[in-house]
């Protein structure tokens, strides 16, 4: 009994010991992230660089510079070919509205992927639809007309990224619906979580429409106003007017940035976000907070000397925002050359306070995953839920393949995301290299207790 | 047997029904917040008001409005006079320094509470201060000097609150104790979690002080440019220029607002914030959002039908940024008219997304109300710890009674407290109405399962 009673007690010190250890670490990992702010610096080297539209020159430039800063700090840094699409916006949009001979303009945005509207504008009554329910059930009403799609984010949900996915349906297959319906345009209430003056852009599709009408958002605000006059005026006439265009596609690149594993280099722990943006603001939250973190992953632990067993590697992703090719290229390379991802983690939800992640992983991995909330909750870190990782990492899908996300704080995230909001002023440094230091962490630990179900 | 397991299955349905009926009541208390926004909206009402520095007639309106407001909801409403200190800023404040025969601009403001500078303004050369040991350590080397307290917010700390008070003596008792080594003026480092432009104000005291010398703060970015041109040219000279005032104490009013309840109308369940504020901006996060929280608890219950069995009391106490007046005052009727409050909260720590709360109260409530944890975690609320309620509502503490403190994400907040930031346009809706709504819930739950000590 004594003997038993001893051996507990040395697996408890050392238990406690490594706990302390632990503790030591990461706090070391948070403390350098709040001190050196290299993330942040980072992101005002992205967004100086400017919007960053797949396709288009800063999207290289941006591949190209973090290329030298990675290969600067001495890792091994290889780019990837991609195929991606290029659409460019044209001649800023113009977008109004007419009642009782007044005429009201609206801040428009043309939304990635549209056609133009003829040369000289297009002109049409509008029908407001609520619903897509209502829509169905629409039967010559919009023949000739202009779709007038407002439905707000239910503002009641906590996380704003499901009121994103209850919205979304009517810009990306608002056009598609409405042209079933005899529509000749579209407009559509930006996607965003508050009445302001800022259209929202982001991607649609045209699959399964017998002919492309062209798409625009207008900003919430502008909605509201143009919902009041409709139901005062059911015959005021809309004008939009854009000359955005889809040109051939081009070559872009992934930047992949290695630090090979003391131990299993052949094993890789793979941190992501995506380098390509929507152009009206920089890119800022999305996804250039996303890109830092998954970078500076690298830089706290180097700054720490913590090189992990595995290979870490970060994973630039060209053109998330309109078609997952670079993820594409990406996951098709990875099986030929039978790359052995053990760990994926992305971050694409915003560079604010982080509050916790998505784990996708089989049982009993969640589970002592689980058990590191201790170590994250005096980071704030506190929500570990069961969840896809991301868009770009979806790709390598796999049932025993780790996969996090990074989940921050939300409620601002909509009031920036596809606009021209979208830019370094609206992104704390604190809460952005907070972040990062959640996923360093994280990194180190699976890492170490190799919680790796291949 | 059977007997026992279908009495354990009744209870277990009726907790499972009392638990989904709370988990349905909160829910309803955030889809008010989330919809109506009154708080929100109340705080434009407010906010367009001014900067409401105690004693101002700013101060004294938005005390009125929010009277108006509450008797037109039908609540009882009192005001309690209470003499407040009235000291007005003056000019603008000039501040810059020499080197090598350039002039460089910084962006100041007078400390509240500070003499003026003599009318001329006053020129000296400086010490830079990084620390109150090197303070103690000084021997003459201040006399007729200023002293430049350099002291930044540690950026390691996770709570910004912790950052602030380790470098908050150089604001509060600067002065005095540069004055008994010699200085004749004080330049000190706003007290700002980040490097930017903007000078952040805040109380000040002479107490202990042989001489009252003139005190401003320049901003954390003028500061390390300061910094910098010291190193390189100890003479350089600093010259500043204030006209700020001590007058005549004024009288002005905490504003009480009642709602009775039903079954235990002398039991008091106060909430509350401040109504004053610093005059550089419009005390939009410091403390209108702690105010609107404190007031909109009221709505969100009464817009759902839910009156309490004690009573309901908002407090919007007068002058907690210059002395506590209206707390002192509060704190002294209540024991003279022997009020008995069972529950007091208050929200003083900004508009931003809540995380938590912080609770002072006997340990077998305590655990009690952390029970409630699983309630709120799905709104992100996940931080209970023990500690204290508030400034304001510290003047009434004692053993029993439950204290409880609104605990919101803190990054963002040392960027606008007492500086031209804190304005509307820095408070996010959502993140503001999360905070109401999360009193309102625990208002509610306390109330409904007696978690009072009294």
Known sequence: MKRLLTFSFVLVVLFASAQENDETTIRKLYNTA????????????????GPRMSGSKEADEAIATFQNIADSLGFETYLQKVKVPRWVRGEKEVAYYTSDG?????????????????AEGLTAPIVEITSFDQLDSLNGELNGKIAFYNIPMDPTYISTFFAYGSAVKQRWAGAVEASKKGAIGVVIRSLSSSVNPYPHTGSMTYNGADKKIPAIAISTLDAEKLSKAYARDKNLEFFMKT???????????????????????????????????????????DDGAGSMHAFEVAYLLMENKLRLKRTLRIVFFMNEEFGLDGADVYAKKSKDEAVNHVIAMESDAGGFTPRGISISAPDSIMAKIKDLRGLLEPYGIHQFSRGGGGADISKIYAEDLVMIGLRPDSHRYFEVHHSARDVLANVNARELEMGSATLAALVYLLD???????
């Open 243 to 285: 000359s955005c265009e889809r040109k051939d596609s081009v070559y872009s690149h992934n930047l992949i940035v290695d630090w090979k594993g003391s131990e299993k280099p052949d094993e890789i722990i793979l941190t992501s976000g995506h380098i390509d943006s929507w152009d009206l603001g920089t890119g800022a939250h």
């Open 34 to 49: 709040l001190n050196d702010q290299q993330g942040y610096k980072w992101l005002k080297v992205l967004t100086d660089i």
């Open 448 to 454: 170490k207790y190799d919680l790796t179900a291949r």
């Open 102 to 118: 007044k005429t009201f303009q609206t801040n428009a945005t043309a939304l990635g992927g549209s056609v133009a509207t003829p």
